[in-house]
């Protein structure tokens, strides 16, 4: 942009600051120029041979208005000394002419119509930069690894796959069940993690054992800058006495100790009184039930999991006190599927020769090496149309994982539990035991 495009009493916007309005060229003297911005009474300086201004110039047709707002339809545009003058008929039905100076300054560009027909338009190389940023951002957007790689964890490929697993389904509902040191809280750190990038989960609840409170806080914040507020009584009872409402409403990510919860009965009424999106529960073995009795723990674990869409269940030894203590999280997961502790047992034992024919499935290469008793229980348990595809030879193949999904998805606890071993995962240094002799005590 030469020196000689400014001419004084020329309207011009600034590209950086369109809040300014319409400015007038004050000065053109050598390399420098001077704006004065009449709506926000200030001036600017500018280097003649890169100032970020666009020319104002209006067409015939548009709409304007004078210092005096007196508004009308430019009819015709006239040049005038290197400016233009503007005519029209006011509402009255006047005619009306006055230069550009005169026009009101009190004109902001926010909309890109305005900016667009105001002749405000930016260089090519900015645009392409914006919509390459948009690109990659679309890009991030969907790509199935957002919100899984942006925590500071190790990336070992069995908690990646189970938070992929569970993270894209709607409102999920299920039992982290893996031994100890495998990574439960990072699968579900990454779970709320994605889920919350993705819109799905605003307000979270965790509900651990009271040791535990303070490793739960320090891991979500420090590995998925998730920051969670701890309520206890004593905090509860003080945001009580501001009386600012609910105490659990306070905050969006909120930490509580089940202990904690058991001995304060108007805690539990105001965290059942809260809408929640998402409930984690870690040592859910410690929640005793049975068929003809259940622990006050369980009893409110159970309230909340009823009015809660996603529920997380975490524990290491799902079966630890038998398989009633295994049922009695699985109720918390889906009561109406297990509804019923006897009816469990039986479809258990029901569940082996589905199990062995996952098994065999997986294990073939090709549709053939399948024995027809086996191909003859596929065409039982399998819908009419992915039967059809997975005998076709040359989509076995490719068909192979819907089929063994359907079947988990179907049959047993696919869909609800997820537990790894040690024996499955492999990598992990060799433990060593090391004694130590301590004196006994007299006692």
Same mark, same amino acid.
């Given at each position: 942009?030469?020196e000689?495009?400014?001419?004084?009493?020329?309207?011009?916007?600034?590209?950086?600051?369109?809040?300014?309005?319409?400015?007038?060229?004050?000065?053109?003297?050598?390399?420098?120029?001077?704006?004065?911005?009449?709506?926000?009474?200030?001036?600017?300086?500018y280097?003649?041979?890169?100032?970020?201004l666009?020319?104002?110039?209006?067409?015939?047709?548009d709409k304007?208005?004078?210092?005096?707002?007196?508004?009308?339809?430019?009819?015709?545009?006239?040049?005038?000394?290197?400016?233009?003058?503007?005519?029209?008929?006011?509402?009255?039905?006047?005619?009306?002419?006055?230069?550009?100076?005169d026009?009101?300054?009190?004109v902001?560009?926010?909309?890109?119509?305005?900016?667009?027909?105001?002749?405000?338009?930016?260089?090519?190389?900015?645009?392409?930069?914006r919509?390459?940023?948009?690109?990659?951002?679309?890009?991030?957007?969907?790509?199935?690894?957002?919100?899984?790689?942006?925590?500071?964890?190790?990336?070992?490929?069995?908690?990646?796959?189970?938070?992929?697993?569970?993270?894209?389904r709607?409102?999920?509902?299920?039992?982290?069940?893996?031994?100890?040191?495998?990574?439960?809280?990072i699968?579900?750190?990454?779970?709320?993690?994605?889920?919350?990038l993705?819109?799905q989960?605003?307000?979270?609840?965790?509900?651990?054992?009271?040791?535990?409170?303070?490793?739960?806080?320090?891991?979500?914040?420090?590995?998925?800058?998730?920051?969670?507020?701890?309520?206890?009584h004593?905090?509860?009872?003080?945001?009580?006495?501001?009386?600012?409402?609910?105490?659990?409403?306070?905050?969006?990510?909120?930490?509580?100790?089940?202990?904690?919860?058991?001995?304060?009965?108007?805690?539990?009424?105001?965290?059942?009184?809260?809408?929640?999106?998402?409930?984690?529960?870690?040592?859910?073995?410690?929640?005793?039930?049975?068929?003809e009795q259940?622990?006050?723990?369980?009893? @409110?674990? #159970?309230? !909340?999991? $009823?009015?809660?869409?996603?529920?997380? *269940?975490?524990? /290491?030894?799902?079966? &630890? =006190?038998?398989?009633?203590?295994?049922?009695?999280?699985?109720?918390?997961?889906?009561?109406d599927k297990?509804?019923?502790?006897?009816?469990?047992?039986?479809?258990?034992?029901?569940?082996?020769?589905?199990?062995? @024919?996952? #098994?065999? !499935?997986? $294990?073939?290469?090709?549709?053939?090496? *399948?024995?027809? /008793?086996?191909?003859s &229980? =596929?065409?039982?348990?399998?819908?009419?149309?992915?039967?059809?595809?997975l005998?076709?030879?040359?989509?076995?193949?490719?068909?192979?994982?819907?089929?063994?999904?359907?079947?988990?998805?179907?049959?047993g606890?696919?869909r609800?539990?997820?537990?790894n071993?040690?024996?499955?995962?492999?990598?992990?240094?060799?433990?060593?035991l090391?004694?130590?002799?301590?004196?006994?005590p007299?006692?």
């Amino acid at each position: 942009m030469s020196e000689s495009a400014f001419i004084v009493g020329q309207r011009w916007v600034s590209n950086s600051e369109a809040e300014l309005g319409l400015g007038i060229i004050q000065e053109s003297s050598g390399r420098r120029i001077e704006v004065f911005f009449p709506a926000a009474a200030e001036s600017r300086f500018y280097a003649a041979d890169n100032a970020p201004l666009s020319r104002v110039i209006y067409s015939e047709g548009d709409k304007v208005s004078t210092r005096e707002d007196v508004s009308f339809v430019i009819s015709a545009v006239q040049p005038f000394n290197g400016c233009y003058i503007y005519q029209g008929d006011t509402e009255t039905g006047e005619p009306i002419s006055i230069h550009e100076m005169d026009l009101d300054s009190r004109v902001h560009f926010n909309q890109p119509q305005d900016r667009f027909f105001a002749g405000q338009v930016d260089k090519n190389s900015q645009f392409e930069l914006r919509a390459k940023t948009l690109n990659y951002q679309h890009e991030l957007l969907k790509s199935p690894a957002y919100g899984l790689l942006g925590g500071r964890v190790q990336l070992l490929p069995h908690q990646l796959y189970i938070a992929q697993q569970v993270a894209q389904r709607f409102a999920p509902r299920v039992l982290l069940a893996d031994e100890v040191g495998l990574g439960k809280t990072i699968e579900a750190g990454l779970i709320l993690h994605k889920q919350v990038l993705s819109g799905q989960v605003r307000r979270a609840l965790i509900v651990v054992p009271d040791a535990l409170l303070h490793q739960w806080l320090v891991e979500m914040l420090r590995r998925f800058n998730l920051t969670f507020t701890l309520i206890d009584h004593e905090r509860h009872d003080a945001l009580q006495e501001l009386d600012e409402g609910n105490p659990f409403e306070s905050a969006q990510m909120v930490l509580c100790g089940l202990n904690n919860l058991l001995a304060n009965p108007q805690m539990q009424v105001d965290m059942l009184a809260t809408e929640w999106d998402m409930l984690i529960v870690d040592e859910a073995h410690h929640l005793a039930w049975s068929p003809e009795q259940s622990s006050e723990g369980y009893q @409110l674990v #159970e309230t !909340l999991a $009823a009015q809660i869409p996603a529920l997380l *269940l975490l524990t /290491a030894t799902p079966e &630890q =006190l038998g398989i009633e203590s295994h049922f009695a999280r699985l109720r918390l997961l889906d009561s109406d599927k297990f509804y019923d502790f006897d009816a469990f047992v039986k479809q258990e034992a029901a569940y082996q020769p589905v199990s062995e @024919l996952i #098994e065999q !499935l997986d $294990a073939a290469e090709s549709w053939t090496q *399948l024995s027809p /008793a086996q191909q003859s &229980q =596929l065409k039982e348990y399998l819908d009419e149309m992915l039967f059809e595809q997975l005998s076709a030879e040359e989509a076995y193949i490719d068909t192979k994982v819907d089929a063994i999904q359907q079947l988990l998805d179907r049959h047993g606890t696919g869909r609800v539990l997820y537990r790894n071993t040690r024996d499955v995962v492999k990598g992990f240094p060799n433990r060593l035991l090391h004694q130590y002799e301590l004196p006994l005590p007299d006692a």
